[in-house]
């Protein structure tokens, strides 16, 4: 049996795609699995020695092959499945007896194995396993009677459309070797009401790495913000947020990274001028490897997430897990996927319920202030993280759905 890692969207340290191949694949190695990494053709020569992956895929997850402003949606979608298919087409030597693991999927790479998989005789199609580790693009509504979801125009954001289209080509059949998957239970259960098929959870690929140290009694506080920062990452209400924490409080200190500081260019400069002013304000502006990622989570003593709600309703948080695997206390949208989990291992946080800068201020401060208590819950959190979660979990999985329907 062989473990074929296929990602087209790995190719540097930005955002999550390296480190979950590293945990995946590291733990899989680790037990002695023959493993195959596939990544995007112009993966970083230092990441591909490292993850010993093969430069395999023309298109990239996120590229636009097409920017027609009628069509071109759809026509991204047709050249990057289709070439998907291709690229997969020329793997030699797969058989049934091995899984193949597609790392956060969009549309297309969905489209792209299942061409490829349905064109191989029944006998020798391997166990695909196929994860979304983003939202699928639908608009969640809260109404009177219960949450409702919507697909968005296709010119401005297609998945929804996209995602749903490709499900239509599985039939009950295709249960037999097919496992689509998100790292968390209710991500899940939309993307199944979205697709109309089966779609499991992963137990989720992040583990302790660093001291998980008791943070309780730690003064000053340090508060981070970590990861590769975006809009829907709620980075617009960062500049405030600091300088408003900076101007009211004295038992504080920030940590703010941002993998890619020309993304947001305005914030950006704003929180450059604050570090410049405020020797309490750390500001790191590298894309991090594993090393420079573990001494971030560590120097960390509460994790902001400032996410878009409707984002992070139907999507997980590499970054508020791994707080939560290594003891580090919260601060979270409510009603999203990682309120949800934070619930699960013991509240070891708070949450906002307005996407405003005063929402999340507030919701920073009350965790400031409670802040001893929530550092010992997440002590507590981190030690029961592993019964459940971590790559031991995750491939053992695997393993169980490489058998079973």
């Not at 490292?50 to 097409?66: I, Q």
């Not at 956060?104 to 580790?133: C, H, I, K, N, Y």
């Not at 309703?313 to 409510?334: M, Q």
């Amino acid at each position: 049996m062989n473990l074929i890692y296929i990602d087209p969207g790995l190719y540097n340290n930005l955002g999550h795609h390296a480190n979950s191949c590293r945990h995946i694949v590291g733990e899989a190695r680790g037990r002695g699995m023959p493993c195959a990494v596939l990544g995007y053709i112009g993966i970083e020569p230092s990441l591909k020695d490292e993850l010993f992956a093969t430069p395999w895929f023309r298109c990239n997850t996120y590229g636009n092959y097409d920017t027609d402003p009628v069509c071109g949606w759809l026509m991204n979608f047709e050249v990057m499945a289709r070439t998907t298919a291709e690229d997969l087409s020329r793997l030699g030597g797969v058989s049934r007896d091995d899984i193949v693991y597609l790392n956060s999927a969009q549309p297309a790479q969905f489209m792209g194995v299942v061409r490829w998989a349905q064109s191989l005789p029944e006998d020798q199609r391997p166990t695909v396993v196929l994860e979304f580790g983003t939202d699928p693009g639908l608009v969640a509504t809260d109404t009177g009677e219960g949450r409702r979801f919507s697909a968005q125009d296709p010119r401005q954001d297609c998945r929804a459309t996209l995602l749903r289209y490709t499900a239509r080509i599985l039939g009950e059949a295709d249960q037999r070797w097919l496992r689509l998957a998100t790292f968390d239970a209710q991500a899940s259960g939309i993307f199944q009401m979205l697709l109309d098929f089966p779609v499991g959870t992963l137990p989720l690929p992040r583990q302790a790495a660093t001291s998980c140290r008791d943070r309780s009694g730690t003064r000053p506080i340090t508060i981070a913000v970590l990861g590769h920062q975006r809009l829907e990452k709620g980075y617009d209400m960062v500049p405030e947020l600091a300088a408003r924490l900076l101007n009211t409080r004295n038992d504080i200190r920030l940590l703010i990274h941002n993998g890619w500081p020309e993304g947001l260019v305005t914030q950006q400069n704003a929180l450059r001028a604050l570090a410049a002013a405020d020797s309490r304000v750390i500001l790191n502006e590298e894309t991090a490897d594993l090393t420079l990622w573990n001494s971030l989570l560590e120097q960390s003593d509460l994790i902001v997430c400032p996410y878009n709600r409707n984002r992070f309703i139907s999507s997980y948080s590499a970054v508020a897990s791994e707080a939560l695997s290594n003891a580090i206390p919260l601060v979270v949208p409510e009603g999203t996927t990682m309120h949800a989990v934070m619930r699960e291992f013991g509240d070891p946080g708070t949450v906002y319920t307005e996407e405003t800068p005063d929402a999340l201020f507030g919701a920073v401060v009350a965790a400031v202030e409670d802040f001893d208590r929530l550092a010992g819950l997440a002590k507590q959190a981190s030690n029961q993280w592993g019964m459940t979660r971590g790559t031991a979990k995750l491939v053992d999985t695997l393993l169980s759905w490489r058998s079973a329907p």
